[in-house]
């Protein structure tokens, strides 16, 4: 005798979708280069504080300084994803591709946020953050901060290295070069008064795209291992984040290093509403009509660029 087959119900099915997500984890480069908020309006306004003012020697009283504000807006977008499956395969004995299906749907709320980031990233060389430059840009300026540059190029033939590659595919050597070039350039950065803004940063993020990945880990294993992905060099806490959305953005000679220890990161995620499920189930007039059932994911949020100043793009040539 053969066993009965259990039809699935939506019910099931929606069960299969949070089991999913409760055991998923946000990519862990999300957290480390932006920062978190959530939204209760169609859109936020931030606020962009000149930094406090430095101590000096008591001369004559004190002298109060003011705050003055640059702006930024980021306006909630909605967005959705909607599967349809069709009753006939809740019927069957379909409950491996369906949890596949529902796993694979539970994901991409997930990395929702790791695609709409990594597009602020790979726009970064012609779109303008709070200071008015581009993101990324060799001229930006506020304050008494000079002129600054957080977009460099790496001429690899001239670094000492004891075998050379090309721009595409430079050696490991000619990797964890650029890669400290970036970080010392980070350290260069002054704010509005003219103080080191990176003066204590020590932890940092280098996000390569997959080209450039095994130069990059090759280069940096020469490096005491300090966890999965992540190294440390002359104090420095390193990790690597190979991003394939940036091969499929273009990107072939190039990578980013982020500061992910300061309390103000270069990315800002602004959420409305976490993604929710709706499902248009086996009693609705959808299924009678359509012999199916909907589910529909839906949620409103957005991102924005936060401090320039914790990232470095870097070009090799």
Same mark, same amino acid.
């Given at each position: 005798?053969?066993?009965t087959?259990?039809t699935?119900?939506?019910?099931?099915?929606?069960?299969?979708?949070?089991?999913?997500? @409760?055991?998923?984890?946000?990519?862990?480069?999300?957290?480390?280069?932006?920062?978190?908020?959530?939204?209760?309006q169609?859109?936020?306004?931030? =606020?962009?504080?000149?930094?406090?003012?430095?101590?000096?020697?008591?001369?004559?009283g004190?002298?109060?300084?003011?705050?003055?504000?640059?702006?930024?807006?980021?306006?909630?977008?909605?967005?959705?994803?909607?599967?349809?499956?069709?009753l006939?395969?809740?019927?069957?004995?379909k409950?491996?591709?369906l949890?596949?299906?529902?796993?694979?749907?539970?994901?991409?709320?997930l990395?929702?946020? =790791?695609?709409?980031?990594?597009?602020?990233?790979?726009?970064?060389?012609?779109?303008?953050?709070?200071?008015?430059?581009?993101?990324?840009d060799?001229?930006?300026?506020?304050?008494?901060?000079?002129?600054?540059?957080?977009?460099?190029?790496?001429?690899?033939?001239? &670094?000492?290295?004891?075998?050379?590659? =090309?721009?595409?595919?430079?050696?490991?050597?000619?990797?964890?070069?650029?890669?400290?070039?970036?970080?010392?350039?980070?350290? #260069? &950065?002054?704010?509005? @008064?003219?103080?080191?803004?990176?003066?204590?940063?020590? @932890?940092?993020?280098?996000?390569v795209?997959?080209?450039?990945?095994d130069?990059?880990?090759?280069?940096?294993? #020469?490096?005491?291992?300090?966890?999965?992905? #992540?190294?440390d060099?002359?104090?420095?806490?390193?990790r690597?984040?190979?991003?394939?959305r940036?091969?499929?953005?273009?990107?072939t000679?190039k990578?980013?290093?982020?500061?992910?220890d300061?309390?103000? *990161?270069?990315?800002?995620?602004?959420e409305?509403? *976490?993604? #929710?499920? *709706?499902? *248009?189930?086996e009693?609705?007039?959808?299924?009678?009509?359509?012999?199916?059932?909907?589910?529909?994911?839906?949620?409103?949020?957005?991102?924005?660029?936060?401090r320039w100043?914790?990232?470095?793009?870097?070009?090799?040539?």
């Amino acid at each position: 005798m053969s066993a009965t087959r259990e039809t699935l119900s939506s019910r099931a099915v929606v069960g299969m979708y949070y089991e999913r997500l @409760q055991a998923l984890v946000a990519a862990a480069w999300i957290d480390a280069v932006s920062n978190y908020f959530t939204s209760d309006q169609p859109s936020e306004e931030y =606020a962009w504080l000149n930094m406090p003012p430095t101590l000096r020697e008591w001369i004559g009283g004190r002298h109060a300084k003011g705050l003055t504000a640059n702006g930024i807006e980021i306006k909630n977008r909605h967005f959705e994803a909607t599967m349809e499956i069709l009753l006939r395969d809740l019927r069957r004995d379909k409950t491996g591709q369906l949890r596949t299906r529902m796993s694979e749907f539970a994901e991409r709320g997930l990395t929702h946020f =790791a695609s709409l980031l990594s597009t602020l990233i790979v726009n970064g060389e012609s779109t303008v953050c709070y200071d008015g430059q581009y993101f990324f840009d060799t001229d930006h300026s506020e304050g008494a901060s000079g002129s600054q540059s957080n977009d460099i190029t790496t001429d690899i033939s001239a &670094l000492p290295a004891s075998v050379h590659g =090309a721009a595409t595919a430079p050696s490991p050597e000619e990797m964890q070069q650029a890669i400290l070039k970036s970080i010392a350039q980070m350290h #260069t &950065l002054v704010d509005d @008064q003219g103080e080191p803004i990176n003066e204590l940063a020590s @932890q940092f993020l280098v996000m390569v795209p997959v080209g450039l990945s095994d130069a990059a880990r090759s280069g940096l294993s #020469t490096a005491r291992v300090a966890g999965p992905s #992540t190294f440390d060099i002359d104090g420095m806490s390193i990790r690597l984040a190979v991003n394939p959305r940036l091969t499929a953005a273009g990107w072939t000679d190039k990578f980013a290093t982020f500061r992910t220890d300061g309390s103000v *990161k270069p990315l800002i995620r602004q959420e409305e509403t *976490k993604p #929710t499920l *709706k499902v *248009k189930d086996e009693n609705s007039e959808f299924a009678f009509d359509n012999d199916a059932i909907q589910l529909g994911l839906d949620t409103w949020r957005n991102v924005g660029y936060g401090r320039w100043q914790g990232a470095v793009l870097n070009t090799l040539v």
